[in-house]
C-alpha cells in the first residue's frame, strides 16, 4: 500500500486492523496520532471553532469568501452522546500505540518505508521517528529517511510533503519490494487481531473476503 499524508495514515492503519494482508507500505508524509490538532480530521472540529479545526478549506472559488470543509461524522466531543469519541476510539486509530504495535508484532510483519521531512509545519516528525523506533524495536522491518535537504528533483522543499511525485516515489521503492516479496506465500488460519484500548476491546477478524469488527467493553 502507498500513501501521501491522510493516504499514508489509512495505509499504516489497514496494517494495524489487517497485518495479514498487507505486505508493505510506502509512505510520504504520514501522521501517526492525533497530534498538533490532527483529530480535526474526524470532523467535529467544527464544534469549536470552524475557522481553526476544519479538514480542508478553498479560498478560489469566490474572490471575497474562503469555504471552510468539514468531513461528515457522526462522532462528537460531547461526552453525554452515545458518539461521543472517548479515548478508546481516538487510540485504536492510531498506528502509535506501543502496546497495540507489540500484538502487531505477533503477526507476519509488514515492511514499512516513509519520507517526512524534520521540518514539516503539518505533521510531527518527532512523533514518526518514535513509531519507526517503535517498529524496529519490535522486529519490523522499518526504514524512516529523515529528509533535511533539498535535490530539486524528488525532494523539491522541505515542508509537508517535500513536493515529491507520486510516480517517482513508486519508481524508487516498488520494483525491490515486489522482488522481495515475489515468492513469499503466506498461509495462517488466524486472521483475526484484538486490541485493547482503554476500556474496549477491538476485534478486526476477515471473513469471506471482509473484515468484520467486534466492540466489546472490557469486564464484559
Not at 116 to 142: I, P, Q, T, W
Not at 160 to 183: A, Q
Amino acid at each position: 500500500m502507498l500513501g501521501n499524508s491522510y493516504g499514508g495514515y489509512l495505509a499504516n492503519l489497514a496494517a494495524k486492523i489487517s497485518p495479514w494482508n498487507v505486505n508493505a507500505i510506502i509512505d510520504n508524509s504520514s501522521f501517526v496520532n492525533f497530534s498538533n490538532n490532527i483529530w480535526r480530521l474526524i470532523g467535529f472540529g467544527k464544534e469549536l471553532d470552524f475557522t481553526k479545526f476544519h479538514g480542508t478549506y478553498d479560498k478560489t472559488l469566490f474572490k471575497n469568501i474562503t469555504l471552510y470543509l468539514s468531513d461528515k461524522t457522526f462522532w462528537t466531543s460531547n461526552k453525554e452522546s452515545k458518539n461521543y469519541f472517548s479515548t478508546a476510539r481516538k487510540l485504536i486509530r492510531e498506528p502509535l500505540n506501543k502496546d497495540h504495535i507489540k500484538i502487531q508484532a505477533k503477526y507476519p510483519k509488514t515492511k514499512y518505508i516513509s519520507y517526512h521531512s524534520v521540518f514539516d509545519e503539518r505533521v510531527s516528525y518527532k512523533d514518526k521517528k518514535e513509531f519507526y523506533d517503535l517498529l524496529r524495536k519490535n522486529g519490523f522491518d522499518a526504514t524512516l529517511y529523515s529528509v533535511n535537504q533539498i535535490d530539486s528533483k524528488f525532494i523539491k522543499n522541505l515542508k509537508h510533503g517535500m513536493g515529491i511525485s507520486t510516480k517517482l516515489l513508486i519508481k524508487k521503492e516498488l520494483p525491490s519490494i515486489l522482488l522481495e516479496f515475489k515468492n513469499q506465500k503466506y498461509i495462517n488460519n488466524k486472521k483475526q487481531i484484538t486490541y485493547l484500548s482503554d476500556n474496549l476491546f477491538y476485534s478486526f477478524k476477515e471473513e469471506n473476503d471482509k473484515i468484520i469488527l467486534k466492540v466489546v467493553k472490557k469486564g464484559l
